[in-house]
């Protein structure tokens, strides 16, 4: 019994941490502005966020599908798919750093940074 | 190898495949990719008890093998293996040190390796290192549906009924 408690006591704790993580990420301010769309490990399309105007729509096809893809001030989103899951779907707008959206079964991510230094640091030290 | 005891683990991959691809008809219930509660796995935890290491390992491969030739794309095979793998390795070191009354311990660990299995493996693919923050949001799932996999693995393994009938 004692041996339980430790053992709920421990998961509790990654529980809370993992909470905590998200929370913290959640309500960290970013200035993620640049959308890069990534299909199979290509970067296939970056898009200013805050430049857009006019909300416009476009595709990505891939072997296996495609995906809708709309841009808005802001935000973007995955409008429609045919992929299995439709997890990408239900991410709905993304506007920040915070979670990218993914379609695994289309390899496709879509992922909001800042301005672009970050990014070209990760990809300088490949 | 016994007749019965074939008989035995043919069942329980069968039992597996067939849990395995009814989860997998079922809408995901988080917009969150790989959160799902893993009911195979409770077929397998089963196993290892039962029978031993070589044999869940069996088990495991076929269904994993079987399942994607049933349900899906080349894709989802490479996220099952290497889900499965981590899994099975965290399984097969530990399920030794914990009793069927700690087997929930091990459903958890075996849920949360699953898991780290397949955010590397959705980086490998994607290239795109920023799916790491899916991970905490990964880990919460695995405790809560490891917890219930494991409890159902239990309850099973000390049914004193379902035991006499599988040995």
Redesign the interface.
Same mark, same amino acid.
């Given at each position: 019994m004692k041996?339980?408690i430790k053992?709920i006591a421990l998961?509790s704790v990654?529980?809370i941490l993992?909470?905590a993580?998200?929370i913290i990420?959640r309500n960290t301010p970013s200035d993620a502005v640049m959308a890069r769309i990534?299909q199979? *490990?290509n970067v296939i399309r970056e898009i200013d966020l805050l430049t857009v105007d006019d909300p416009y729509e476009f595709s990505v096809s891939c072997d296996?599908g495609c995906n809708t893809i709309r841009v808005e001030k802001g935000r973007i989103c995955v409008i429609d798919a045919d992929c299995?899951?439709?997890?990408c779907v239900?991410? *709905?707008y993304i506007s920040d750093?915070?979670?990218?959206i !993914?379609c695994?079964?289309h390899?496709?991510?879509i992922?909001v940074?800042g301005t672009d230094s970050g990014y070209d640091a !990760?990809v300088g030290g490949q | 190898m016994k007749t019965k005891k074939l008989t035995a683990l043919a069942m329980l991959t069968a039992l597996s495949l067939i849990i395995f691809i009814i989860e997998a008809q079922l809408p995901p219930l988080v917009p969150i990719p790989g959160i799902k509660l893993g009911l195979a796995n409770i077929v397998t935890l089963i196993t290892i008890y039962m029978y031993g290491r070589k044999e869940a390992f069996c088990v495991l491969a076929l269904r994993i093998g079987l399942g994607t030739v049933f349900t899906g794309h080349m894709l989802s095979l490479i996220y099952s293996i290497s889900g499965g793998l981590l899994s099975y390795i965290v399984m097969a070191l530990l399920f030794k040190l914990f009793d069927t009354k700690r087997l929930w311990v091990i459903s958890i660990l075996c849920a949360i390796a699953h898991n780290i299995g397949q955010i590397t493996a959705a980086v490998a693919i994607t290239h795109v290192p920023e799916l790491i923050w899916y991970l905490p949001a990964l880990m919460i799932s695995a405790i809560i549906t490891g917890a219930f996999t494991g409890v159902i693995a239990m309850l099973i393994l000390n049914n004193r009924n379902i035991r006499r009938y599988m040995e």
């Open positions: 041996n339980n053992w998961f990654i529980i993992c909470a993580l998200l990420r990534v199979d *490990g296996e299995p899951d439709k997890i239900n991410t *709905g750093s915070e979670l990218p !993914v695994l079964p390899k496709l991510s992922v940074s !990760v | -």
